[in-house]
């Protein structure tokens, strides 16, 4: 499939906010609002962006609705996630994407915000970008740097530190990902997506070990795994363990799900659930280089 990658952004475009998962507060915005000012981008915030429902900003009728108009608005050429939580995946399939198929915009985020990634990658053939999102603009300025670097057309190039699990190699392949246990719930569904040849990015908080060494496998079991082009793996954030230890760090875990490929591997790749979180465009051809002293990720 070759993937259509939305116009880039220029100074006076409007940027649309929404809360398609948990609630948020003006106040826990306002920094990322102000950022997108002196980027000389309007802002249009959803209309029940700042309502509650239990855990989440409004009743899943009103988040899918908010979502709906912004995608619907030719005017908007971007749309970003205030947050992540969950509830994207209650939404997903009331969304009609009709109107964002002719005009297509980037959609941004990260954590729950895999459900459109995939959702969209998989249907539509449409590029998007993962990303840092308005409640964590505050936490780190090189973060929010590729992201406007990304929405304004400029090319991205990354060069990380050793990871003593990499395995080397290089590899040209479309990016593919997100978070590890959304990927894992979205197997079988109509937003699950295809790996074959993809660099495959995963990332994960907060989950058990062996809950890890699950999703993995299952990956594996759906045949996610043995055709990929190259595996990164970013922050796996506040892993927990049992009474009784798993023995494997998360990484580890990984590592041993997939040894039996030849494809590299980089470990370490700072993105995810973690203070830097460098933006990745997805659906992108991606060059990713691991040799004896250094890693590169091209876009």
């Known amino acids: 499939m070759i993937m259509i990658s939305p116009p ?24 990322a609002m102000d950022t997108f000012h002196e980027w000389e981008l309007e802002v249009v915030l959803g209309k029940k962006i700042f309502g509650t429902t239990n855990q989440y900003s409004g009743s899943d009728e009103q988040r899918a609705k ?19 939580g969950y509830g994207t995946l209650r939404i997903i399939d009331q969304l009609d994407f009709s109107s964002f198929r002719k005009n297509p915009k980037w959609i941004i985020g990260y954590s729950d915000i895999t459900v459109l990634h995939s959702h969209i990658h998989r249907n539509f053939g449409i590029e998007t970008i993962h990303a840092t999102m308005p409640i964590n603009f505050h936490k780190d300025e090189k973060s929010v740097e590729t992201l406007r670097k990304t929405l304004f057309g400029e090319k991205l190039s990354y060069e990380i530190l050793q990871h003593e699990l990499n395995r080397r190699g290089e590899s040209i392949g479309k990016l593919v ?3 590890l246990s959304l990927l894992y719930a979205l197997i079988g569904s109509k937003s699950d997506i295809s790996t074959d040849g993809k660099i495959l990015f995963i990332e994960d908080l907060d989950e058990y070990l062996y809950h890890i060494d699950r999703m993995m496998m ?3 079991r759906a045949d996610k795994l043995s055709k990929l082009a ?9 892993m927990k363990d049992n009474q ?6 998360a990484e580890e875990i990984i590592s041993d799900v997939v040894k039996e490929y030849n494809f590299p591997v980089c470990f370490g790749f700072p993105a995810g659930h973690q ?5 990745l465009v997805f659906g992108r051809k991606a060059r990713l280089s691991i040799a ?8």
Do not use: H, W
């Open 218 to 220: 299952s990956l594996k």
């Open 244 to 249: 009784i230890p798993f023995g494997k760090m």
């Open 275 to 279: 203070t830097k979180n460098l933006a």
């Open 230 to 238: 190259g595996l990164i793996v970013g922050g796996m954030t506040e």
């Open 8 to 31: 880039v952004l220029k100074k006076g475009d409007k940027i649309g906010i929404v809360a398609p998962a948990r609630k948020i507060s003006q106040e826990e915005i306002r920094f």
């Open 66 to 84: 908010d979502f709906q108009k912004m995608l619907d608005d030719d005017s908007i050429r971007a749309i970003i996630s205030a947050r992540g």
């Open 292 to 299: 004896q002293d250094s890693i590169l990720c091209y876009f």
């Open 177 to 179: 990902g997100g978070n």
